[in-house]
């Protein structure tokens, strides 16, 4: 069943944007993943947009692939991988259907209280959430095992945008500002040099 109407749930429409845009308008959402019984929520406080196959740092750079074919379709979709042959990561798919971009999820501030340990690290968050290659192409607009809620958005000062982690081999897009998270927030994985004043997101034209 579609949940497209349900209000916590956010919107397809949210995700049907580039990638650069979206990924600061996470920032402050709940990413939600059925764990039993129940469901594990948890604040989204860092991020890394990937905008398309001229970045190469993204997968879509190498073309489409059996391993990147969720990128291609439609948004609103979850697209997980496995590197080193060990950890897995989650990312959502962003941008008009056959324009493969997506948003890593890098890092969650936990809501519940027995979730003292942050999910700081996307394969840290996945192994921790039990997300898995299997959940690759998840509907986050339904009612399945991941969805995004709509949370609550922190005011522009508060964001900070810096160059992604771990993608020296991209060339001129190493340095691309594409990471964002929550300045100063204790649950945020990485620690690379700000490049962005408060209040202001620089994206790479």
Not at 52 to 61: E, F, M, Q, S, T
Not at 132 to 138: G, I, K, N, V
Request: hydrophobic share 35%; proline share 8%; net charge positive.
């Amino acid at each position: 069943m579609d949940l497209e109407s349900h209000p916590e749930i956010l919107l397809r429409s949210f995700y049907e944007r580039p990638a650069d845009r979206v990924a600061p308008d996470l920032l402050g959402r709940i990413l939600s993943v059925r764990s039993g019984p129940g469901r594990v929520r948890g604040r989204i406080v860092e991020v890394e947009a990937y905008v398309g196959i001229h970045d190469l740092a993204c997968h879509a750079a190498k073309g489409r692939t059996a391993r990147t074919a969720t990128m291609f379709g439609p948004p609103g979709k979850a697209y997980v991988y496995l590197v080193y042959g060990m950890h897995h990561m989650l990312n959502l798919v962003v941008a008009p259907e056959g324009d493969p971009q997506a948003v890593l999820i890098r890092a969650l501030e936990p809501l519940e209280s027995e979730s003292g340990t942050p999910y700081r690290g996307p394969g840290v968050l996945c192994r921790r959430l039990g997300i898995e290659r299997a959940d690759d192409a998840t509907d986050l607009c339904g009612g399945g095992k991941i969805r995004v809620e709509t949370g609550m958005p922190p005011p522009s000062e508060e964001i900070l945008s810096t160059p992604r982690i771990g993608v020296d081999y991209a060339k001129e897009w190493k340095d691309a500002p594409l990471r964002f998270c929550l300045r100063d927030n204790r649950h945020v994985s990485g620690t690379r040099a700000i490049r962005s004043e408060p209040g202001g997101h620089q994206r790479l034209r």
